[in-house]
């Protein structure tokens, strides 16, 4: 027994240090192993920190442009004839936040200082639309961001769109057109609903007691009535809107692209939803010079001036898309 231990003992401090130089050379391994994941779960987690941040960015983007107002913009609209001359124009003022509509008429005959005193049909028609925007914000002191030209067709389809508006005039309005076809005959407080083409034709003939101050005055009685009439139909408006765009832009000179409207879109759709009446009407004060030549007055630039002050936004810029 004593033979046997004395044998076995070299052998067991042999197995032993074997075992002890195996599992030392694994040490590294494991720890190689153990590094590489620890760079492994560090890139990882790099990854899904930046993909997540992006997310909340793309989010925090995305409720901003639904939240955050726009500045009012105004819109001048120009009323053309067959023959490309002027009729009447108006500018459009939207004020998102405000929840105001404000319309300004105007004569075609309205005087431009800037323009050596042509009038706005003058102007139009020497350098188009371009120019036109430029003597109206010279003339009324403020600046249009957006000009479209309508056809008499397309205002007149868009009067229908709508559904025109109910009419009692103070006086007795009447014309006998020489080709038959466009006769006008209403008589005095009598209330009647106006097609699009009766809108028109009032607005184009001379059948007013006073004159084109006459047509002036009705020109914005038309704009607030067919505007709030709009917004007393919140359906038949909202699911009209793209068909009046469309009205608008066909063959128009205008710089409205199909991405502005789509932002317009987004903010009427979210006044349509308040069932409020946002119309008002600033008609123009100054003077008749002749019965062709009409001079806003100083007094009336200022008022207009401060109303365009008192309706721009206090909230944040930012486009509003449509969720």
């Known amino acids: 027994m004593a033979f046997t231990a004395e044998k076995a003992g070299p052998n067991r401090r042999e197995d032993k240090k074997k075992y002890k130089t195996r599992k030392q050379s694994q040490a590294p391994v494991a720890l190689i192993y153990f590094i590489t994941l620890l760079i492994f779960l560090g890139v990882f987690g790099w990854f899904a920190k930046t993909i ?33 001359v002027l009729s009447d124009l108006f500018v459009l003022r939207i004020c998102p936040e405000h929840d105001k509509m404000i319309c300004v008429p105007l004569s075609a005959l309205t005087v431009s200082p800037s323009n050596n005193n042509m009038t706005f049909r003058e102007v139009y028609e020497n350098g188009g639309i371009r120019d036109l925007q430029a003597a109206v914000d010279s003339t009324l002191g403020i600046s249009t ?150 001079t806003i007055s100083a007094e009336y630039k200022q008022k207009l001036y401060d109303t365009m002050e008192a309706t721009k936004s206090q909230s944040k810029s930012g486009k509003k898309t449509e969720e």
């Open 145 to 294: 961001d957006f000009y479209a030209t309508l056809s008499n067709s397309a205002f007149e389809d868009i009067c229908d769109i709508i559904g025109g508006f109910t009419y009692a005039p103070e006086q007795e309005i009447y014309f006998i057109d020489k080709k038959g076809d466009e006769d006008i005959s209403l008589r005095e407080n009598k209330p009647v609903s106006l097609s699009g083409k009766q809108i028109r034709m009032i607005l184009q003939h001379s059948v007013f007691s006073n004159g084109r101050q006459g047509n002036m005055e009705f020109l914005g009685t038309t704009l607030t009535e067919l505007i709030n009439n709009a917004f007393d139909q919140v359906d038949l408006t909202t699911s009209s809107l793209d068909i009046i765009y469309g009205k608008i832009s066909a063959n128009s000179a205008t710089n409205l692209s199909e991405n502005d409207y789509k932002e317009h879109r987004a903010y009427i759709k979210d006044m349509l939803a308040k069932q409020i009446s946002p119309a008002e009407c600033m008609l123009p004060e100054g003077t008749w010079n002749d019965s062709e030549h009409f």
């Open 52 to 84: 997540v941040d992006k997310l909340t960015h793309h989010k925090t983007e995305d409720n901003t442009a639904t939240t955050a107002f726009i500045d009012s913009y105004n819109t001048l609209y120009a009323r053309v004839n067959n023959g490309d």
